[in-house]
């Protein structure tokens, strides 16, 4: 009961909103706690489908902080899997920097470049079910899009975001996602998106005990979610989100997660 209470109260995941290409209000905080329940029973390998079960605990926190044309986000994971009992896993930072900006009108789109920097352990890393490159690994992204507002709230959003990332030792990886997105007067919104990672890793998958991470290893993935977020009067907002494994390749295949995330701003003046 203790370690329930701890995943959600204390709590990669998803992060969509640190992904689309605009920031939050600006001089304003917003804390992030996230829970989730995974499940994947086969890892696709090169010699066929290895029978692996994982049910997977994971939760995630976050601090943002925007100004105008900044934003900076600190971030904190834990997760309970097959091979590891309730733990901190990983310790990250995002910082962007907005280059357009179309809400105010001076550019027909939005694009945001940034650097996520992550810092997971050894247990995290050694793990399967983890999709992990090292001790430290850095992401530079590159995000783009357009809303199209009705009124005094946008109504659609269709973004894009490619990433190129690599660990301080082994094979850099690439990473796609599209994203559309539909609010309703800024109390509902619904959304989905796909993703696809590769990492060009030069081996295969090696088997359970002898796995030591994702960084040599060539592997190839992609995911489809979805998601729905309600608002409370501009005080906060819970959203729920699904997401499926599509395909895989030397990694974890058929993997489902279901993720409830909290979003509390705060300002600072």
Known sequence: MKKLWALFFFTSLMGASYEAPWLGNPYEFEGDLEGALAYYHTINTSSGKLSYKDYQKLARCSLECSLTEWQFILEASAAQTKKESFNL????????????????GSSPVSLIVGFRGDFPKAQAIQDPGLLYSYYSQGEMQLSVG??????PYWQWRLWLLGALGSGTRYSPWLKGKIGLERNFHDLHRIGCYLLGQEGFGQSSFPGINTFVSYGPVAYRLSDIGFHYRYTFCYVGSLAIEYTMRLAARQCPANRQVIALTLNIPFSMI
């Open 146 to 151: 357009k809303e199209w507002i009705q009124g």
């Open 89 to 104: 896993t990983c310790g990250s930072f995002l910082l962007r920097y907005n280059v357009l900006n179309d809400v105010d």
